[in-house]
């Protein structure tokens, strides 16, 4: 996930300004991002019972190799429309690997509390990739071209292919929760505790998407280098990296965890449009709070099905941070000359902070909950 990481994050600062240097306009580069991320949902809901039931290594090996030869097709595209076909293949074709490996890398725990480190582990790894890879992208962008950088990031993601068919060790989950027997999707969409996490996990990435579409368009509007925009993505690493390094963290409740981080990044989204404060620190503090909620909205899913539920569980949450990315992608491009990105994943953040919050208390009151109904 480290190397996976450090490839995928290189391309953040060069989509927008390398879709929009083939005539894409802003409202069909919010499309190229909606459809990829549909096409990801897609096979999201695909990918976890058959990750259940045939294994994770193999989906995580394929996923990568298909990618890798998309990615080196993204450099070989000439015009807008090739790029939106490339794009939603590649969509496709990652969807496998995120379930598999979030459930994969479950089956390495014996409880929820080392479940919780693991994850947090694998959080910090990615965070320094992400800290690095938006300024090793803007500068490849700037110094060898966008096509030729697309070329790099294919034959890296190969690579990686290769390193993980052999080395990669396939292992049966031994966590132990609180439900034995195997969930299907109906019944994990109808789990109250888990129907928090998706929600939480759409707001999440509805602003975590504003944040991917916006801040490499500065360079398309304001004239910025790639390299810029670079800078400005690690500093959103740094801050997830701060949060991921404090393990006492996954001592708390997973939930009070999910509606402190959810809260702080709707305050950060606050900072960006209000301009309280410079750009820099308001993704610092966004990336601060993503790293609290990200072990969180894992610990929680593990907590709450068996171990032979979580392919489907990760697959739905990694179909919800899909459908976040759709839904910001097209309505940030569709609306962005007439109402401000951030305003709306502000409103979105502090709504489902809202329902979240009113959910956890009835599920911790149901008594209350109940005298409340009846007035």
């Known amino acids: 996930m480290f190397f996976v990481s450090l490839v995928m994050s290189v391309q953040s600062p060069i989509f927008a300004p390398y879709a929009a240097s083939m005539g894409a306009s802003g409202v069909l580069i919010g499309v190229m991002l909606s459809i990829a991320a549909f096409a990801n949902l ?4 695909i990918a976890g019972p058959l990750s259940d039931r045939f294994g994770k290594k193999g989906f ?9 030869c998309l990615f080196l097709g993204h450099a070989l595209v ?38 919780g480190k693991n994850i947090a582990i694998m959080g910090i790894l990615g965070t320094i990739a992400s800290i690095i890879a938006p300024i090793i992208g803007g500068q490849l962008g700037a110094q060898i071209g966008y096509a030729n950088t ?32 195997q969930l299907g999707f ?24 504003v944040i991917i579409y916006e801040v490499p368009y500065l360079t398309v509007e304001q004239g910025l280098s790639t390299a810029t925009t670079g800078v400005l993505f690690s500093f959103m690493g740094v801050g997830t990296f701060a949060s991921s390094v404090l393990f006492f963290l996954n001592r708390f409740d997973p939930t009070k965890r999910m509606l402190f981080g959810l809260f702080g990044m709707a305050l950060s989204i606050f900072t960006i449009l209000n301009a309280l404060v410079a750009l820099p620190l308001s993704l610092f503090l966004l990336g601060f709070f993503l790293g609290v909620m990200m072990p969180a909205m894992a610990t929680a899913i593990t907590n709450a099905v068996s171990s032979e539920g979580h392919g489907r569980a990760f697959g739905i949450m990694s179909a919800v941070n899909s459908l976040g990315m759709i839904t910001s992608s097209f309505i940030t491009g569709a609306t962005r000359d007439v109402i401000s990105p951030y305003f709306v994943a502000f409103l979105i953040g502090m709504v489902v902070l809202i329902l979240v919050g009113y959910a956890r208390l009835k599920l911790a009151n149901p008594t209350s909950s109940k005298m409340l109904q009846r007035y």
């Open 78 to 115: 000439s015009d807008s429309t090739s790029l939106l076909v490339v794009r939603t293949l590649n969509g496709l074709s990652l969807a496998f690997l995120i379930p598999s490996a979030l459930a994969l890398l479950s089956g390495y725990a014996k409880n929820s509390h080392q479940q």
């Open 150 to 181: 697309y070329y790099v990031i294919g034959t890296s993601l190969l690579l990686t292919a290769l390193y993980t068919a052999r080395f990669l060790k396939e292992k049966q989950s031994i966590i132990r929760v609180n439900h034995e027997q």
């Open 42 to 45: 897609t096979g999201n809901l």
């Open 60 to 68: 995580i090996a394929l996923s990568l190799f298909l990618s890798g």
């Open 186 to 209: 109906r019944q994990v969409l109808q789990m109250p505790s888990l129907q928090m996490v998706f929600l939480t996990a759409f707001a999440v990435m509805y602003i975590h998407g």
